[in-house]
């Protein structure tokens, strides 16, 4: 979901444009290894209802007759995404899967009180994470794995949630799909302040939880975070 904030968002104008035009996607490498990380474009068609090519450059030379570079949306002093280019995306998404979705697929009930899995991560995971959903499931929350779901149900996820608790990591950038939720950052080792900022530029409530450290992941204090909840609630 980096994509969400690196690449959508900054073709935001583009939205104004009214003849056919194609985009270039490039893949990027994420700040720990040299994998490539490769753009989702069922989230690039999700965005425009008028006629466009996704074309893959993927470091390649490409010769073009016109270029539109737009530049990143930034919402100063903050170094978050405009809020503004949030709202216009959440826009999109949201009405596009609605057109273009069955009946039944828009009605899809999802909690309220959402818990964020990152088990099939290779950091940031939560050691204690079976424990901790159990005893989560008695204030109503329902664990959820953003990787077996597609675009479209994430989006329906978050813009159904009032509660959303999360290690920090990309899935958090769902967030812009919430009418007003509240959100609960877990951290292990290290406080990045990307969704904090975020949030608030979003007027959502926000707190957060240092957990024990193990490694790249942590451990979380069940007692601790409930108290954060019981806040929210």
Partial sequence: ????????????????????????????SDNYSSRPIFLDTSIFGACWLWSCRLYPVNGKRTKVNRLVLPSFRRYKPSPITSPAACHWLCDRILSNITSCSSQASNNIFFSPNIFISRKNAGRRRIVNEDELIE???RLDFVAYTLEDMSVADQARLFSQAEIIVAPHGAGLTNMIFSEKAA?????????PLF???????????????????????????????????????
């Fill in 195 to 233: 969704y904090f900022s975020l949030a608030k530029g979003l007027g959502f409530q926000y707190d957060f939880l240092k957990c024990q450290p193990q490694g790249e992941d942590m451990r979380v204090n069940y007692d601790e975070l409930s108290k954060l909840i019981n806040r929210f609630i």
């Fill in 1 to 28: 979901m980096h994509q969400l904030f690196g690449d959508i968002p900054s073709k935001f104008k583009l939205s104004y444009i009214t003849f056919f035009i194609s985009i270039a996607l490039n893949g990027f």
């Fill in 135 to 137: 005893k989560l499931s």
């Fill in 183 to 191: 959100i609960i950052e877990l951290f292990g080792s290290g406080m």
